[in-house]
């Protein structure tokens, strides 16, 4: 068996280039056939008009093959509220490094990932019991926590 991740969102457009930076993934190449995948949308019926002027680049994949995929399917609502699935970009490298250590690795990783668009919604910093970690929120405001 394999799986996808889907997010709804109302702008993949925006979605994926933050993703693909955000996790080291890339836009998946479209369907066998199709030059891209606009092209296979309308080959399957999609109208144009619901289209727009997007490429409709909406899929990522891990350039390594380890990661699920990740759709990111239009919906007609936008988000409201909190989300019951989001991702943990894990970057501190866990209770073994010192949290001093992890906080520097995680600050940075933040750092990058407010200049492709991310913003800070909270900070957890529990010294003493070990744990620092930020929750973030990504360009249509899903958010995810970066430890």
Request: aromatic residues 8%; hydrophobic residues 40%.
């Amino acid at each position: 068996m394999t799986f996808q991740i889907t997010i709804d969102c109302a702008e993949p457009d925006l979605l994926v280039p933050f993703w693909a930076a955000a996790l080291g993934y890339r836009a998946a190449d479209p369907p066998t056939g199709h030059a891209t995948w606009r092209d296979f949308y309308l080959s399957v019926g999609v109208p144009a008009a619901e289209l727009g002027d997007s490429d409709c680049v909406d899929r990522l994949v891990d350039p390594t093959g380890a990661g699920p995929a990740i759709w990111f399917q239009i919906v007609p609502e936008r988000k409201t509220l909190k989300n019951r699935l989001h991702f943990d970009v894990l970057v501190g490298g866990g209770r073994s490094v010192p949290v001093a250590v992890r906080r520097q690795r995680v600050d940075a990783e933040v750092a990058r990932l407010t200049q492709l668009g991310a913003t800070v919604l909270s900070r957890s910093d529990d010294e003493p019991n070990g744990q620092y970690g930020v929750t973030m929120a990504d360009p249509e405001r899903n958010e995810f926590c970066v430890s």
